[in-house]
């Protein structure tokens, strides 16, 4: 590869097939990318083998190619990068930053707050475990004061780890690694100098910065793409049972996401080449809306 100056990423999670969110997103990443002259990783998040539907991240690879979608280099798997992710682990833990918790859910639900994405963990184990207790998860410990994030879609967005989060988890007790671990310790790695992604994971952007810091990595800049919603307004994901895009009429598809993403092609624009070339000719970040943004047709 390059030493492109810019390098973007997809990173999809296997845990479901690509809806018209996940496809949004995928294309506004691209043409960020593209349009700055830089790269575009495609890496597997296959972390979290429970809740990953078998054949998915095939099936994501092949939906992104029959889109028009062209990665640079090989596809990465973090299910093969676990070394990476007990190498960084290692670091923390050696220099105080990171420590095991032996708290169950149940013990921690009777004695936490909520904070922004569930329990505020109460820091039970921070100085080690109760006597005769083992820890089996792995925590980052966090500092108190605001974090922001200087976002170029969303602006200023702040949070307090400590007040809204609290020491988070980097291995799971069950020993799966915990994805704001792992794609910090990935984009890192792959040298991704800036992240375009949906909106929902700004609420973890301050996690990961704080993983960056503690590893004394520099920290790349962060977009947030808007988040697409159904008609009830539940963001579209598995849960909420979006529909997974189909490659049939991809042209279609990709037409609605650029709409979407506040890029009107004109009518003439009717093969994907088309719409590729008049997107990439056309890409302006300032014309994508914050979001969130309700899909008209679900
Ligand atoms: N794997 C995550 C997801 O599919 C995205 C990770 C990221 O872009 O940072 O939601």
């Known amino acids: 590869m390059s030493n492109a100056i810019y390098r973007g990423r997809f990173a999809p999670s296997p845990t479901g097939l690509l809806h018209a969110g996940s496809l949004s997103t995928a294309v506004g990443s691209y043409l960020e990318a593209r349009s700055r002259g830089g790269e575009w990783l495609l890496r597997m998040e296959d972390l979290d083998p429970p809740r990953e539907v078998p054949g998915a991240a095939d099936d994501i690879l092949r939906t992104l190619e029959a889109f028009g979608f062209e990665w640079d280099g090989e596809v990465a798997y973090q299910s093969r990068r676990h070394g990476l992710y007990r190498a960084a682990l290692e670091r923390l833990a050696a220099s105080g930053q990171a420590y095991a918790c032996c708290c169950t859910r149940k013990e921690i639900a009777a004695h936490a707050r909520r904070g922004l994405d569930g329990y505020v963990y109460p820091g039970t184990c921070r100085r080690g475990c109760p006597d005769g207790r083992e ?63 949906g909106a929902d994971l700004l609420v973890s952007t301050p996690r990961q910065l704080a993983v960056y810091d503690a590893l004394g990595l520099p920290a790349p800049g962060y977009c947030h793409l808007p988040v697409l919603t159904n008609a009830a307004g539940e963001k579209l994901s598995k849960q909420t049972l979006a529909p997974a895009i189909s490659t049939r009429d991809a042209a279609r598809q990709l037409r609605a996401a650029l709409e979407l993403l506040g890029h009107v092609p004109p009518a003439d624009c009717e093969s994907l080449d088309d719409l590729w070339r008049w997107a990439a000719a056309n890409w302006l970040l300032s014309r994508v809306p914050a979001g969130p943004l309700q899909l008209p047709h679900s």
């Open 135 to 197: 820890g089996r998860a792995w925590r980052l410990a966090v500092a108190e004061g605001d974090a922001v994030v200087d976002d170029r879609l969303q602006g200023a967005y702040r949070q307090d780890l400590a007040r809204d989060i609290g020491d988070f988890v980097l291995l799971r007790a069950d020993g799966f690694w915990a994805y704001q671990l792992a794609v910090v310790v990935d984009d890192a790695e792959q040298g991704v100098t800036d992240i375009v992604r």
